[in-house]
DNA sequence: CTTGCTAGG
DNA sequence: CCTAACAAG
């Protein structure tokens, strides 16, 4: 279906699967998936059960993604930013796509391979989009904050329709901003940081409380200490001083799915540890 | 004496020393001496009982010579290139140098950190220079080469000046030049090679043949199968598919000092080895 | 501090 | 294939 697409749809149906009325998604933010390959991190996804793994920052092209990226039993698209080494995306799936979509039809987003979905048929009559994004950084400088605030702008539109369209949606992403105080280990060092302005926090405000998507995590973890990303520098990840800025942003049809969440830090294959949320494919009505 | 120098001469007086009859002296091309103390260069250097040591390719800034490089009872002067990480030259000594020169005089050898030269005081009533050069490669092209073959012209006029004014010296280095047939493995293969080239090889035999310096090393070991330098690529090292382009080269004085000389590959700093060489620094007459 | 690129070897 | 710089995070 696409050139990522390495089995054909037929073996999915003869794949076993750990239990076929739960979706488990997965986001995380690699850091160079050639760097987390050599981690340990394609294995561990081998035998994560995870049905559907969005990747950040793979900085890896085409040409690179060679066979030791290749599952037996899994989909894969790539969009990579034109810059090689840069950026980008990608979707990994043990469902087969329907179709997949390379970007949001703006620069930033396209260009550099910040945001990719495939679409899903999980047989409720409606499709679904799982989609991974990875938003700007604005730690270096204000010419990256400048850049991360646009996208924030012209991304915020998108979502906006497809609250109108009632697209069903889950974004897992790098989105590089933090909610609320719970969400960080240093909040008051931090209010000047990028990903802890008050007007990056306000962005999410309104993408929960105006258009209503779900922080499907938080949804069933309320307790603190949770981060999913660590600085490299000193001790940070050693002394848990961390930020919650990975997500899986879902459409709201998705809150009520929403059956366990964690974040696996067992084993460090990036600066960021993967996100890992179950989902109910059909849940039960008034449940 | 100069800014490297981190110990006053009266501590060498009290320095034990393996034989004071003896001069030793090594030359390596260390591909970074960053990389090569991660290696435990440092540590080899404090044990080995060498007495000047001369290094090429230090690829390091004053800025960058921090404690880790300091070795307690040596003195150590850097000549760096002025563009960061790129060559550079340096000696370590246990003898304290009466003085220091940066350079040759040329462009080449002078903004690119690639002569730096030292006198001794041998007791012997004349002094001694070591100097440690590092020769241009001419493998990465045409541009290259030719760089490399003015290096080699201007510098042969020096060496010209100095056997007219009788200079008593050592110039260890790394020449990226083989001498013969017995100097590389692969003869045959490398004609086209530079390094290999017969004009290069010719630019040798003048240096030995009418300007009357020596070879110290081959003037005691001649044998074949005793190289330098090996590539990274491939198993080169483990086969020993290797070249000698690294010498210690000698006014004519030397040649009846020359006792005994080695390539250290016991431990592996770089993709050069160490060349070490034995002078007895007051050879009976005749002998 | 870490990734991957690049130039240089 | 290895080193160090660099830009980016």
Redesign the pocket.
Known sequence: MTPYTILPKSHYLHTEHHDKSILRVVSINV??????E??GFMHWLAQSEADVVCLQ?T???HE?WDDKFKLEGWFAHLFPAEK????GTSIYSRLPFVSVKNGLGFDLADTQGRFVEAEFDLGIGYPIYIASLYL??G??GEE?QARKDLFLAQYQTILATWRKENKSVIVCGDY?IVHKRIDIKNWSGNQKSSGCLPHERAWLDSLYDELGYVDTFREVRQESDVYSWW????QARAKNVGWRIDYQVCSPDWKDRTVNAWVYKAQWF??HAPVVIDYVINPKQGE
């Open positions: 850091n160079g998936l050639r760097a987390a050599k981690k920052e900085r890896l092209t690179q090689a080494g840069y950026a700007p950084s730690s270096s990256a590089n600085s490299n520098r000193g990036s600066d």
